[in-house]
């Protein structure tokens, strides 16, 4: 189970951490990403981390202002966000699955864990 907290409401040009905790024994096989869904639109790839290694992945939309980032010990996975856009607006869901490859890895479909979604909002 994924339990995904840090959302809420922030102007524009502000920054918010989001954090999700992960139930599973062990995260040392499994890739880890954030996605976003706004109103009428498809769940998005922001980013992705492979666990093992710590390599990152990107959505062009976000790089340069979000960061992923994970704490083994917590067994928790950040996305920090700074430089927030009202296009940023959406509500966040964390996901999960057993280590895949690469070009899999922004695709929704290719996740089989997910965490309950917390809102992030942006004003101008």
């Known amino acids: 189970q994924l339990q995904a907290s840090g959302g809420g409401l922030v102007q524009a040009g502000g920054s918010l951490r989001l954090s999700c905790t992960a139930s599973?024994?062990?995260?040392?096989?499994?890739?880890m990403a954030w996605f976003r869904q706004a109103p009428g639109k498809e769940r998005d790839f922001v980013a992705h981390?492979?666990?093992?290694?710590?390599?990152?992945t990107y959505a062009d939309s976000v790089k340069g202002r979000f960061t992923i980032s994970r704490d083994n010990a917590k067994k928790t996975v950040y996305l920090q966000m700074n430089s927030l856009k009202p296009e940023d607006t959406a509500v966040y869901y964390c996901a999960s699955t057993i280590q895949t490859t690469y070009r899999a890895v922004s695709i929704a479909t290719t996740y089989d864990y997910w965490g309950q979604g917390t809102q992030v909002t942006v004003s101008s």
């Open positions: 599973a024994r062990t995260l040392s096989t499994y890739d």
């Open positions: 981390i492979r666990w093992s290694v710590g390599s990152t």
